[in-house]
């Protein structure tokens, strides 16, 4: 069964950290794409950080680059979200996202974690 458990999302002050984790399981982890994503009532969701599997290349949203980092560790089918110097802005529902190659105009799979709610305020 495929799964996406994550981790570390709750209550942090403005200027503060977190750092979300999401192992995976029921797939090839190695040769898939993983993303943050995060959506706040009233807007679509929206991607935050990408790391491709070839050359651990890395994307990240224009309004968290420099404060976030995405990483993970193949060991253990895991995949990180390092958030510093967080803002009230940062509120939100984080979900963690795998994808595999994309071929023939479409994706072998796309996988979603359950979300973590990360909530930033004073």
């Known amino acids: 069964q495929v799964q996406l458990v994550e981790s570390g999302g709750g209550l942090v002050q403005p200027g503060g950290s977190l750092r979300l984790s999401c192992t995976a399981s029921?797939?090839?982890?190695?040769?898939?794409?993983m993303s943050w994503y995060r959506q706040v009532p009233g807007k679509e969701r929206e991607l935050v950080a990408t790391i491709t599997t070839t050359g651990s290349i890395t994307n990240y949203a224009s309004s968290v680059k420099g404060r976030f980092t995405i990483s993970e560790d193949n060991a253990k089918d895991t995949v990180y979200l390092h958030m510093n110097s967080l803002k009230p802005e940062d509120t939100a529902v984080y979900y963690c996202n795998a994808r595999g190659l994309f071929l023939n105009s479409r994706y072998e799979y796309d996988y979603w974690g359950q979300g973590t709610q990360v909530t930033v305020s004073s």
């Open positions: 029921g797939f090839t982890f190695s040769n898939s794409d």
